[in-house]
Every structure is written in C-alpha cells, then in structure tokens.
C-alpha cells in the first residue's frame, strides 16, 4: 500500500474532525437533537411549522460554509472515477442503507457513537465493514479492462 504524500493530510483530517465533534455537541446542547443529516434532510419532507426554519439553515449551511471558505483558500479539485450511472446507483444504496439503518454516518458514526449507543456501533460496523468489503472486492477481485 502507497501513501499518496501529496493528498495525505493528517493535521487538517483532525481539525476537521474536531470542528465536526464539536459542531455537533454544540448543535446537540443547543438544539437537544442529534446533526444527522439524513434526519434534518427527511424531517423537511413531512416539516412541523416549528421545525422547518432551524433545518433549512443546518442544510443552507453545508452548502455556504465551503463556498465562503473556498473565497480563502483554494478548493480541492476532486477526482472522481466513476460515471453518471455509477454515482446515481450509489445514492440511491446510500439513501436506502440510510432509511433501513435508521440514520446516516454523520447521525451514528458522530454522534451515537460519542453517546455510546450500541445501535450506533453495531450501524457504524456495519457500514463501514460494508465499504472495506466493497472497495476490497471493486479492487481485488473484479476484473477490470
């Protein structure tokens, strides 16, 4: 296994995951819920009156904060590689893995996990074991042309 030294960033990989971790107790002690993405998404689907507003700020947020950063520092270029069918297959498994788990990474791998929940763990095992066993099986055991 190679390293790619370039794109290897351990120092910004923790101050994100501390702004994250701190993002969401913060937003937890505020607010009493839990920043589970999946969960503000849906909740706009069915709103109560008193709900839309904070949820739309959440989501209005995740898109502004990395354009106003970007206005700062230059944005990463990303590379993706896999096509239009490929990206919108993979959506739909991760909407589906989000409803049938009961939350999204950010809802149990952030946020149940730091409250200990073994609905978490056991959700957060899963679908991280799930993502090793897919790259694993993309990359080693399928024939690629």
């Known amino acids: 296994m190679n390293i790619d030294s370039v794109h290897f960033t351990p120092g910004m990989s923790l101050l994100g995951g501390l702004i994250i971790g701190l993002a969401s107790a913060l937003f937890l002690l505020a607010n009493g819920r839990i920043a589970g993405i999946s969960g503000i998404l849906g909740g706009l689907?069915?709103?109560?009156?008193?709900?839309?507003?904070?949820?739309?700020?959440?989501?209005?947020?995740?898109?502004?904060?990395?354009a106003v950063l970007s206005l700062f520092i230059a944005p990463l270029t990303p590379t993706i590689e896999a096509g239009p069918?490929?990206?919108?297959?993979?959506?739909?498994?991760?909407?589906?893995?989000?409803?049938?788990?009961?939350g999204c990474t950010s809802g149990h791998g952030v946020c149940g996990l730091s409250r200990?929940?073994?609905?978490?763990?056991?959700?957060?095992?899963?679908?991280?074991g799930s993502g090793v066993a897919i790259v694993f099986a993309m990359r080693h055991l399928m024939v690629h042309p």
């Open 45 to 66: 689907l069915r709103p109560k009156a008193d709900d839309v507003v904070w949820r739309v700020a959440f989501l209005l947020g995740l898109v502004l904060a990395p």
């Open 85 to 102: 069918t490929t990206l919108i297959i993979a959506g739909l498994l991760v909407g589906i893995g989000t409803r049938y788990g009961g």
């Open 116 to 128: 200990l929940s073994p609905r978490s763990l056991i959700a957060t095992l899963a679908f991280m």
